[in-house]
């Protein structure tokens, strides 16, 4: 890191005490540069007078800046003393400090008073400058007063207006810097909904490949049990299903697992569609249970779609076979509409117990994936028959 750039950011850091380190510099450079060579005991205290203020430059600019010029007319007037030595480097200091730091009122009412004593200095000239040409005019008088007058205000606004630069950029910087932390809170806020967005998804995901095959291997594994003390024969073919579904659902797994390790997305997902229905039917038959399945009409909805109305059927029979295994009839319609298309899945074994555990998930992650597509489902009591519930859902018809 450069020299000056470590300087800069010291200065930053430590502001009164480098303020100290530079007024101590001038007032040196000062003393030995002007005052040693006029001589004068009051040029000697009056700018030791008007140095005091300016240590406190930046704690209270607006207080140092009214200390100065007051200490400065009063030397010029009472002892006809002008610190024109300090003052022609302290001044600059000060407005721009003031023009930098403080409020709007104040630093107007500052260099308002700043150009008042400039137009006092350059007009008191006449004492300590015209003075050393014996007799002088009053047009004289007043043409150096002018000058110096002019002189004084130009260093006054420059300086004013230099610190008020170095005010709008410091602004300018704040508002970037504050800009740039609201980004980086609203980045870091935008990658966690995404991370919760993708842990939803694959939590549905899951669930929906998982808790069916599993719910299925009960139902057979239960069953097998059962037909293992009757029939042998048919407990094997019982154990077979339940080998198959379970290579299907470790399959399905795989490839879900095989999209969460690919970052490129080249990995292949697990995408059952509306033709794959069947196959779910057949399974839950294998459990057991009696499955009616119809399908009218011609689909128009849109990949994504199509696998929402799959999983609306899959944790359908899913929780059938976890809560309802005892139905007598389980009844799945489906229907493709021009606008929509809609399914709605039956059964009545309401009041059979549980057989498997869940979390209770399922049927808040399918009205959600059903909402995302603008869709709607509802779960409950078939409105007709207390003792059928019924799963429906409606999805719009979307362009492939």
Request: charged share 20%; net charge positive.
């Amino acid at each position: 890191m450069a020299a000056h750039i470590r300087l800069a950011r010291w200065a930053e850091d430590h502001p009164h005490t480098s303020n100290a380190v530079l007024m101590t510099m001038g007032l040196v450079l000062t003393v030995f540069l002007f005052l040693i060579a006029l001589n004068d005991p009051f040029s000697w205290w009056s700018t030791l007078a008007c140095a005091v203020p300016l240590y406190f430059r930046r704690a209270a600019p607006v207080a140092t800046a009214y200390a100065l010029g007051a200490l400065a007319v009063v030397s010029l007037l009472a002892f006809n003393v002008a610190t024109i030595a300090l003052c022609i480097w302290a001044v600059p200091c000060v407005m721009y400090t003031v023009a930098m730091r403080a409020a709007t009122g104040a630093r107007r009412s500052v260099l308002v008073a700043a150009l008042i004593g400039s137009a006092v200095f350059g007009f008191t000239s006449r004492d300590w400058f015209l003075g050393v040409l014996g007799e002088y005019t009053t047009p004289q008088w007043i043409a150096v007063g002018t000058m110096f007058a002019f002189i004084a205000a130009a260093f006054v606004m420059v300086s004013f207006l230099m610190g008020d630069l170095a005010r709008e950029r410091r602004r300018r910087r704040e508002q970037l810097e504050d800009r740039a932390r609201r980004l980086q809170i609203e980045r870091e806020q935008e990658v966690r909904l995404a991370a919760q967005d993708e842990r939803a998804r694959i939590a549905r995901e899951m669930h929906d490949v998982v808790a069916h095959s599993l719910s299925v291997v009960i139902a057979q594994a239960d069953g097998a049990r059962y037909a293992a003390a009757s029939d042998p024969k048919v407990a094997t073919e019982t154990l077979g299903t339940i080998a198959d579904t379970a290579r299907g659902s470790l399959t399905e797994m795989r490839k879900l697992l095989g999209v969460l390790r690919t970052e490129d997305g080249t990995g292949t997902a697990p995408i059952p569609q509306l033709g794959q229905i069947g196959h779910l039917v057949e399974s839950v038959r294998g459990a057991g249970l009696p499955v009616e399945y119809q399908v009218s009409g011609e689909a128009r909805l849109s990949t994504g779609a199509e696998l929402t109305l799959y999983r609306v059927v899959q944790e359908a029979l899913t929780n059938v076979l976890k809560h309802a295994w005892q139905a007598s009839s389980v009844r799945i319609v489906i229907e493709h509409r021009p606008e929509f298309s809609w399914v709605e899945i039956t059964n009545n074994g309401v009041k059979g117990a549980c057989r498997a555990p869940g979390a209770g998930q399922g049927l808040q992650g399918l009205r959600e994936r059903v909402s995302l597509y603008g869709g709607r489902l509802t779960a409950g009591p078939h409105p007709d028959r207390q003792d059928v519930f019924m799963v429906r859902a409606t999805l719009p018809t979307e362009e492939r």
